[in-house]
């Protein structure tokens, strides 16, 4: 089903987009935003952007369902990405502990709507005799986005974590994706 191989492409892009974003707040936290000499105050602060992610983690999986019967599903989908792609560009302009802790939050929020959404999506449109083999690849493609973001994060990060291009290059992959394969005529708003 069409609508499902969306859900499944957009939940891969950004799992795969918060990789990279990981990658580089490690950086950032261990190399920039604290002495290099002390791990453990690189690691604190590391620990405190995954909290804030965490909770919009909870933000976003709570707030899900009435997202989805407000807006309904492909809204939900395609301005999770949207969003998410919005509030990345302030890491790259200005690179501080309150800008990464911002786009950890909403990106987070975003994205876990956007994947219990895309996941009710899938479970809604596949027969039950393919739902298990389809959720093998949903999991497969989400993996592979992690790892390809990953890998690419690695090589283009600089030590210090701080980068224009990759919280860019990642907020125009979630607005491409978000409005253009996502648009109305592609992905039909339905609850």
Do not use: M, W
């Not at 261990?30 to 620990?47: Q, V, W, Y």
């Not at 933000?59 to 509030?87: D, E, W």
Request: glycine share 8%; aromatic share 12%.
């Amino acid at each position: 089903h069409r609508d499902a191989a969306f859900g499944i492409f957009a939940t891969s892009i950004h799992r795969g987009g918060l990789t990279a974003l990981t990658l580089s707040a490690l950086l950032l936290e261990r190399n920039t935003f604290h002495d290099p000499a002390n791990p453990e105050a690189g690691l604190a602060g590391l620990g405190f952007a995954f909290a804030i992610a965490g909770v919009g983690l909870v933000i976003g999986a709570v707030s899900a369902p009435y997202l989805v019967n407000t807006f309904g599903r492909h809204k939900v989908i395609r301005y999770g990405l949207i969003t998410s792609a919005i509030t990345l560009p302030i890491l790259a302009i200005y690179p501080t502990r309150l800008t990464l802790f911002i786009p950890a939050f909403f990106a987070s929020a975003c994205g876990q709507a956007l994947k219990v959404t895309s996941d009710a999506l899938v479970q809604s449109k596949i027969d039950d005799y393919f739902r298990g083999r389809v959720f093998a690849v949903y999991d497969v493609s989400v993996n592979a986005a992690i790892v390809l973001f990953a890998l690419f994060s690695a090589l283009v990060l600089p030590p210090s974590g701080k980068s224009l291009f990759l919280p860019f290059f990642i907020s125009a992959i979630y607005l491409l994706v978000g409005v253009t394969l996502l648009n109305k005529k592609n992905f039909k708003s339905q609850i």
